[in-house]
């Protein structure tokens, strides 16, 4: 959803949404190419290349 945003923005948006993922207690999948963004935002990481056992 920010992948055309420059990097403020983008850290601004996803800032206000885990704000309000936290506040009301949701969960939140996120599916993206980006692992450094997926690092800094995830509990949890799930590659599907490596669960499909291809590379």
Known sequence: MTT?????TQTQIWQTVLQ???????????ISHELPL???????ILN????????
């Open 48 to 55: 599907f290349e490596e669960l499909a056992g291809t590379n």
């Open 4 to 8: 055309m945003l420059d990097a403020i």
């Open 38 to 44: 997926l690092k800094k935002i995830c509990d949890r």
């Open 20 to 30: 309000l993922v936290e506040r009301q207690q949701l969960g939140m999948l996120v």
